[in-house]
């Protein structure tokens, strides 16, 4: 099985598609990923997880069935990211699923590894370390296929 490899610049940057976060409990802004419209994603958002950490549900705009928000500042998960490219980036395995992490400052960017299409996760700074909130995900994750690629 192949292992994780750095991923391509430009590959990285598709990755980091537009999301940008409403405050004050108003809708928040989200890209739609390439992919959301996939069976797989419809399969995983049918098991999205009802709250996240205690954090209630928020809506979306655009509201998509791929995307889904909770708290505020939201927690934003979207299904439909391109699959990651092996890269030496840390990975961490929660519930038999593989994730990378990206520290974006004032929180954290979580990304299935070995899932294709891929769920992302947003976690602001303000609801803690980001792994400690991906048991909440594991069910929605399992409903994406695999590819050729695992956590070492």
């Given at each position: 099985m192949p292992s994780s490899r750095r991923p391509h610049a430009a590959l990285a940057g598709a990755l980091a598609l537009p999301l940008l976060l409403a405050g004050c409990g108003g809708s928040v802004e989200v890209g739609i990923p390439p992919a959301a419209d996939s069976p797989a994603c419809t399969a995983a958002a049918e098991r999205w997880p009802t709250d996240v950490s205690g954090l209630e549900p928020r809506e979306t705009t655009p509201s998509s069935p791929a995307?889904?928000?909770?708290?505020?500042?939201?927690?934003?998960?979207r299904c439909g990211m391109p699959a990651m490219p092996p890269t030496e980036e840390q990975c961490v395995v929660v519930n038999g699923i593989g994730w990378v992490a990206e520290d974006l400052g004032d929180g954290a960017?979580?990304?299935?590894?070995?899932?294709?299409?891929?769920i992302e996760v947003i976690v602001p700074g303000e609801h803690g370390p980001g792994p400690l909130l991906l048991p909440a995900f594991s069910a929605a994750v399992k409903e994406l296929p695999t590819n050729d690629y695992t956590c070492t």
């Open positions: 995307i889904k928000a909770w708290g505020d500042p939201a927690v934003v998960a960017r979580l990304t299935t590894f070995g899932r294709d299409p891929a």
